[in-house]
């Protein structure tokens, strides 16, 4: 069993900043890459940013040069640093972490998601 769990989310206003983290824990032999995607009420979940385990990252063109993810893999987490937020950045985060379980071959990747975290921009 493995367990993905967010935190961090909040109400901030317009410019400022946020700092979400996420944590993946249980029976799990790798972690291959980790995640933010992002859903605002009305629209489809979409990719925030991506991190693999060498450390490459990719991000939406709407986050580019204000959001910064990182990881931490000794300790299975993964962060989402979120500066200059705008009211368009207002949606439920949602971690997730393609993991390969112990016990079974490195081939076999599973995603797992989080809960979920909300996150406000608004004055």
């Known amino acids: 069993q493995v367990q993905v769990v967010e935190s961090g989310g909040g109400l901030v206003q317009p410019g400022g900043s946020l700092r979400l983290s996420c944590a993946a824990s249980?029976?799990?032999?790798?972690?291959?890459?980790m995640g933010w995607y992002r859903q605002a009420p009305g629209k489809q979940r979409e990719l925030v940013a991506a991190?693999?385990?060498?450390?490459?990252?990719n991000y939406a063109d709407s986050v580019k040069g204000r959001f910064t993810i990182s990881r931490d893999n000794a300790k299975n987490t993964v962060y989402l640093q979120m500066n200059s937020l705008k009211p368009e950045d207002t949606a439920v985060y949602y971690c997730?972490?393609?993991?390969?379980?112990?016990?079974?071959?490195?081939?076999?990747?599973?995603?797992?998601w989080g809960q979920g975290t909300q996150v406000t921009v608004s004055s």
């Open positions: 997730n972490a393609d993991v390969t379980p112990m016990g079974y071959y490195t081939s076999s990747v599973f995603r797992y």
């Open positions: 991190i693999i385990s060498g450390g490459n990252t």
């Open positions: 249980g029976s799990i032999f790798s972690i291959n890459a």
